[in-house]
């Protein structure tokens, strides 16, 4: 008889041992699988997302005339008068149709005569963004990877506009109050503030500021046109999604900030000179 209870006890040893191997092999086998995914995952190619595709880079089409820093009068929300540094850079353009026809504008109805930048060096908004947003659990998306910044402008949204026939000659004068703001693109839930952190300023930030700038313009009857696009500085960076093993890129995204303005300086032909 106690041979057998023996013989039993060690069944129900052999029994117990058995299952907690399977049991491990199973964990095993679930980690392995998971781990090859991650790192699958972070081998796939990823499609950017479709981030402010109108923002345009189309200094290709123009030929630098003159660049400095300028004080300009601008025309406060409040009403009064503030003088702003800016770095204020002129293009005539290459060939006007080129460059109307890349920013969306109309070649035919439309003569380009200059284009100006305008930086307002006391505008830029940075609120020193320079820490770090780390991940703290599996499955937090977080950014890295920032690319050095270039010039955009956006040529689909006028921001502020003034026309006039230019029958009596004169200046023209575009001052108008507007809201500008920072932002970035991803078609991921990643928060601003762990956008903000990685490439240096708030990217949630508006604020109001004037679009101004003045032009003289021809006793010809020709009719003039200012045109006020916002001007931007892009970077590019990368979304990441923190794995069990590995970390995994989720997609490609942007961030603008906003540093300006854009003037296009056009002539309508089509009025007959007095």
């Known amino acids: 008889m106690i041979v057998e209870i023996n013989i039993i006890a060690e069944v129900d040893v052999l029994s117990k041992a058995r299952k907690i191997l399977s049991v491990g092999l199973s964990l095993v086998l679930f980690l392995t699988i998971v781990g090859f995914q991650q790192a699958k995952a972070s081998e796939v190619e990823i499609t950017p997302d479709d981030q402010r595709t109108n923002l345009v880079e189309s200094d290709e089409f123009l030929i630098k005339t003159s660049e400095g820093i300028k ?36 070649p035919i109805e439309n003569d380009l005569v200059k284009v100006i930048d305008v930086t307002y060096l006391d505008e830029v908004k940075n609120d020193n963004w320079d820490h770090e947003v780390a991940p703290a659990a599996i499955g937090d998306l977080y950014a890295k990877n920032p690319s050095a910044e270039y010039a955009t402008v956006d040529p689909n949204y006028v921001v502020a ?10 200046t023209l004068t575009l001052s ?3 809201t500008v703001g920072n932002s970035f693109n991803t078609s991921i839930g990643i928060s601003a503030s762990v956008v903000s952190a990685t490439v240096g300023y708030n990217v949630s930030q508006s604020w109001t500021t004037t679009a101004s700038y003045s032009e003289s313009i021809s006793k010809d009857n020709h009719k003039t046109v200012i045109n006020a696009y916002n001007r931007y500085m892009t970077r590019h960076f990368e979304v990441w999604k923190k794995g069990l093993f590995s970390d995994s890129l989720q997609t490609h995204s942007a961030s603008d900030r906003h540093v300006g303005f854009r003037f296009d300086v056009l002539r309508i032909p089509g009025y007959p000179s007095m």
């Open 161 to 170: 506009s003034v026309e006039e026939t230019g029958s009596s000659g004169g």
């Open 176 to 178: 108008q109050s507007v």
């Open 71 to 106: 004080g300009i009068e601008v025309k406060t929300p409040d009403g009064k008068i503030e003088v702003k540094r800016a770095i204020v850079t002129e293009y005539v353009p290459v060939n006007s149709s080129a460059y109307l026809l890349a920013t969306g504008q109309d």
